[in-house]
């Protein structure tokens, strides 16, 4: 081979493989998200609409998802295994008076993807009484993942509240980012007043692991506050301090009690947060 044709055999042989396409978001409906928007329209408020543009230049941080405020704007950088372009999802929470509004959009080199949006509303989630939630970041995971820090909390009245984290884990499949699994870190949840004695134990304690290819689920219940501050949490009967590391650490601690109720699901079962869930066998 000489002349045009070697050279032309050269060039192909050292360009560099074409660019993906634009990295979407997808299978967060498990979780009861609505997908409500992508490259080319979303539907949203206006106030929120122009806080998910169809371009970002720079990162936007304004309030805090954890404390109560009318709005909270975050860019939350994700570390997508060999993508080649800046991945960053945006997350703004319109904070309720009792329900926020959890809007999360993904952004592949400043470029708007897929937007996802989040109510804790029973009528949304087949009946569940879940938490308002929103991510506290997100890091590298095992075989092609990302793992987003998810939080969640929720206060009802009569006194019933509860918190809790999760590992939601991503994987990357071809051009997009799509929901793998999630874990049930951690919870803490206050029981209603009844009128009971006031002394009376009033907490849930729960925590899951991965253990041998598959989660384990410890529950115990009923949990004393002096229990749980006796494993380091900062709690009292109207809320707990939040802090991720810290609170899966007393939760581990809290359980190891014997009477804690142990269980156990497979890796691609649906938690109680997803569609789909089916209660232990008792």
Not at 249 to 275: G, H, I, M, N, Y
Request: proline share 9%; net charge negative.
């Amino acid at each position: 081979m000489s002349g045009l044709p070697l050279l032309l055999a050269l060039v192909l042989a050292t360009a560099s493989p074409s660019s993906p396409g634009r990295l979407r978001l997808e299978g967060l409906d498990r979780m009861y998200f609505a997908h409500v928007g992508g490259a080319g329209r979303q539907t949203a408020p206006a106030s929120v609409s122009v806080l998910l543009p169809l371009t970002i230049v720079r990162p936007a941080r304004l309030g805090d998802p954890a404390n109560s405020g009318r709005v909270s704007v975050v860019d939350i950088p994700l570390p997508v295994p060999r993508w080649p372009r800046p991945a960053v999802l945006r997350q703004v929470v319109v904070s309720g008076e009792r329900i926020d509004e959890l809007w999360l959009a993904l952004y592949d080199g400043g470029r708007r993807s897929d937007v996802w949006r989040f109510q804790a509303l029973p009528e949304l989630t087949d009946g569940k009484l879940l938490p308002n939630y929103w991510v506290g970041g997100a890091r590298a995971g095992d075989r092609d993942t990302v793992v987003l820090d998810v939080f969640g909390s929720m206060y009802r009245p009569q006194g019933g509240w509860w918190t809790n984290g999760k590992d939601v884990t991503l994987a990357l499949r071809g051009e997009a980012l799509a929901l793998q699994r999630v874990r049930s870190a951690y919870g803490f949840i206050h029981d209603y007043d009844r009128g009971e004695d006031p002394d009376a134990p009033a907490f849930g304690v729960l925590v899951e692991r991965e253990v041998e290819g598959r989660f384990e689920r410890r529950d115990l219940y009923p949990v004393s506050v002096a229990a749980i501050k006796a494993c380091g949490a900062d709690v009292e009967e109207d809320h707990i301090e939040p802090g991720r590391e810290d609170l899966e650490t007393v939760a581990e601690c809290v359980t190891r009690a014997p009477k804690s109720k142990v269980t156990w699901r497979r890796l691609d079962e649906p938690s109680f947060a997803e569609r789909g869930y089916k209660p232990p066998p008792e």
